[in-house]
Nanobody, 117 residues
């Protein structure tokens, strides 16, 4: 049973923009803090941005001022808008959900973002 499905990754030139989407099942989305992580072969998975159920956001320093996380409660979707992309943003981006009611964690399968110089 697929719970989180990411989309929107791709190849973009440095300075460009992408918007990632993560569609979640309703049983997860409504009761979960949501987030985006990224991972490269050289680095551990790292936090990119978080958005809590009550609307608080948290960004990694690498994305502050460039990335925006948001959620569409009507469509059970969380987004990550990425502007001014840099080659070092190249990674697989994963959607993450932490369901507050029972502490369950969910991960999507990831979407590749490649930024060319």
């Amino acid at each position: 049973q697929v719970q989180l499905v990411e989309s929107g990754g791709g190849l973009v030139q440095a300075g460009g923009s992408l918007k990632l989407s993560c569609a979640a099942s309703g049983s997860i989305f409504k009761f979960s803090d949501m987030g985006w992580y990224r991972q490269t072969p050289e680095k551990q998975r790292e936090l990119v941005a978080q958005l809590t159920v009550d609307g608080r956001t948290n960004y990694a320093d690498s994305g502050k001022g460039r990335f925006t996380i948001s959620r569409d409660n009507a469509n059970n979707t969380v987004y990550l808008r990425m502007n001014s992309l840099k080659p070092e943003d190249t990674a697989v981006y994963y959607c993450y959900a932490y369901r507050l009611s029972d502490g369950a964690n969910y991960w999507g399968r990831g979407t590749q973002v490649t930024v060319s110089s």
